[in-house]
């Protein structure tokens, strides 16, 4: 049986709008998900996009590929910027919150 990494990946800020309103979800990943290597944050965007985004508006997320600008991201309550951004290595019960800082006015 393969090894799973449970995480709970979280939006507010008005990013849960493209998640089907949604702000919780609990995602489950295999130790060697992203081509055989351990996941990482980088691939658990993809991952949701492909998976969780309702909307089509994919770019109030991600633009170019990366997290866009105006995004803050918390893992396990840390800025992912000392945690290493997109290259962070999923475990096992992490906590991954993507917060919007931008408002439409």
């Known amino acids: 049986m393969e090894e799973k ?3 709970t990946v979280e939006f507010s800020g008005g990013l ?3 998640f089907d309103n949604e702000t919780k979800h609990q995602v489950s990943l295999t130790k060697d998900a992203d081509g055989g290597k351990p996941p990482t944050v980088g691939y658990l965007v ?3 996009c ?3 985004m309702k909307d089509s508006r994919k770019e109030l997320f991600v633009l170019d590929g990366a997290v866009r600008p105006g995004v803050l991201v918390l893992i396990n309550d840390s800025d992912w910027e000392l945690e290493g951004e997109d290259k962070y290595e999923l475990a096992n019960k ?7 800082t931008l408002h439409g006015g």
């Open 46 to 48: 993809s991952y949701i």
């Open 50 to 52: 492909d998976h969780l």
């Open 5 to 7: 990494i449970n995480i």
């Open 16 to 18: 849960e709008v493209l």
């Open 94 to 100: 992490d906590n991954i919150l993507f917060v919007s």
